[in-house]
């Protein structure tokens, strides 16, 4: 891996990014992983960038065991209080840290990354590509993205706003920035997904969302 950016301004941006409003994401899961974890069979898996925890929470309800990783704990501090609300604390591990050196014990079945998208230094593919080392045989990893900048994030500081094209990637620049090997992997989804959601002024809007799913095969 290339020298990390300094740990300082990513924790510096997410924490104040959260501190300034409660409740930033939906704490829903997000639609793609829903469709696509929903039919995987539970197992062990991390959630990278888990945020305020909506994911997480969804793939423990569903019997999954979690470690959800984030540089925030502002972010993770809100995601622990909705686990104890489920019920659902024993099956999540919340680990405050930057993914950029952050590693895990053992190996997962599912490893998920879901707007996983920074506009400060996030050295993304190098960690996915890394990431993708924690799946063991058998396992998946799936990334969802924004495809496109959503309409009202022109200028946001909610983690849209990346500065260019390459912040969005097509299923195809997803799968080169994976760096499969031939053998031991096969794509199981590589596509753009278009969903309805509202915009903060609760207007609807469409979105497009990048979906990669690998399997690791041996
Ligand atoms: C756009 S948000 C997505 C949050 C969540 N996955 C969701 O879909 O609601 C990106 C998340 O990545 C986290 N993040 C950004 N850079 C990180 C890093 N280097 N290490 C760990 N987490 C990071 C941020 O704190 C933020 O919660």
Redesign the pocket.
């Known amino acids: 891996m290339d020298t990390p950016p300094a740990p300082d301004e990513?924790f510096a941006f997410?924490e104040d990014m959260y501190r300034a409003r409660e409740g930033v994401?939906s704490g829903h899961v997000?639609a793609a992983v829903a469709d696509v974890a929903g039919a995987l069979p539970p197992g062990r898996a991390i959630?990278l960038?888990?945020?305020?925890g909506?994911?997480a929470l969804w793939l423990a309800e569903r019997g999954w065991t979690v470690t959800g990783?984030?540089?925030?704990p502002t972010?993770l501090a809100r995601a622990q209080a909705a686990a104890e609300r489920a019920g659902l604390s024993e099956r999540i591990t919340w680990v405050a840290?930057?993914?950029?050196t952050w590693r895990p014990a053992e190996r997962v079945d599912l490893v998920t990354a879901?707007?996983?998208?920074?506009p400060v230094a996030?050295e993304r593919a190098t960690i996915l590509r890394v990431a993708r080392g924690w799946v063991a045989p058998g396992g998946h990893l799936l990334v969802v993205s924004h495809a496109a900048r959503p309409p009202w994030a022109v200028d946001d500081d909610?983690?849209h706003d990346g500065g260019g094209p390459e912040d969005f990637p097509t299923p195809e620049e997803e799968l080169v920035g994976l760096g499969l090997p031939e053998v031991g992997w096969e794509v199981a989804i590589a596509e753009i997904r278009d969903r309805s959601a509202y915009a903060p002024d609760g207007t609807e809007v469409e979105l497009s969302d990048t979906v990669v799913l690998v399997r690791r095969t041996s």
């Open positions: 990513v997410w994401w997000n959630d960038g888990a945020g305020e909506g994911d990783v984030d540089v925030s972010a840290a930057d993914l950029h879901a707007f996983f998208q920074s996030l909610h983690g």
